[in-house]
C-alpha cells in the first residue's frame, strides 16, 4: 500500500472518531448534575477531540510532504480508539436514550437508570478504555513526530 493511500484511510478513520467523540461529547454534555464518572468522561472527551484534530492536521501534513513514516502504530492507535469510541456510544444509545424528545428530562431518566451498580462498573470500564485508547493515539502522534 503507497503511504498516501494509507495516510488517506487514517485521516477517514480519524475523522470517524472524531466524530464519534463529538456525539458522545453532545449527547452527554447535557448532564450538569451528572455523577462524577460522566463528568470525568466529558473531560476526557474534550481532551480526546483535541488530540485526535491535531492527529488529523499532523496526517494531512505527512500526506502532502509524501514522507515514509511508520504508520503501524497509528493503525492500532487508530483502531483501539474506532472500538472504544463505539463501544461506549453503543452503551449510550442502549442505557441512555429514551423516548423522550426533551434532552432534560432524557437525561435525567438516563441518570437515574445508571445508578445501577452493574451499569455504573461498565461505563466506568468503557470510559477506562477510552483513556487507553486516547493515550495510545498520543503515543502514535509521537511517535510520527519522531
Known amino acids: 500500500m503507497d503511504v498516501a493511500a494509507a495516510v488517506v484511510g ?3 478513520l480519524a475523522g470517524q472518531c472524531l466524530q464519534g467523540c463529538k456525539f458522545l461529547q453532545n449527547f452527554f454534555g447535557d ?8 463528568q470525568g468522561l466529558l473531560k476526557e472527551l474534550y481532551l480526546f477531540i483535541m488530540l485526535l484534530e491535531d492527529l488529523c492536521r499532523l496526517l494531512t501534513e505527512i500526506q502532502t510532504s509524501m514522507q515514509m513514516p511508520d504508520l503501524t502504530g497509528t493503525s492500532f492507535a487508530l483502531n483501539y480508539c474506532y472500538n472504544a469510541i ?9 442505557h441512555v436514550m429514551f423516548a423522550s424528545s426533551n434532552t432534560k428530562i432524557r437525561m435525567r431518566n438516563a ?8 451499569k455504573m462498573s461498565k461505563l466506568e470500564r468503557l470510559c477506562d478504555r477510552l483513556h487507553e485508547a486516547k493515550t495510545s493515539v498520543e503515543v502514535a502522534q509521537a511517535n510520527l513526530l519522531l
Open 86 to 94: 463505539w463501544n461506549l456510544r453503543n452503551f449510550a444509545r442502549k
Open 111 to 118: 441518570l437515574k437508570k445508571l445508578q445501577c451498580a452493574w
Open 10 to 12: 487514517f485521516v477517514g
Open 31 to 38: 448532564a450538569h448534575d451528572a455523577p462524577q464518572i460522566i
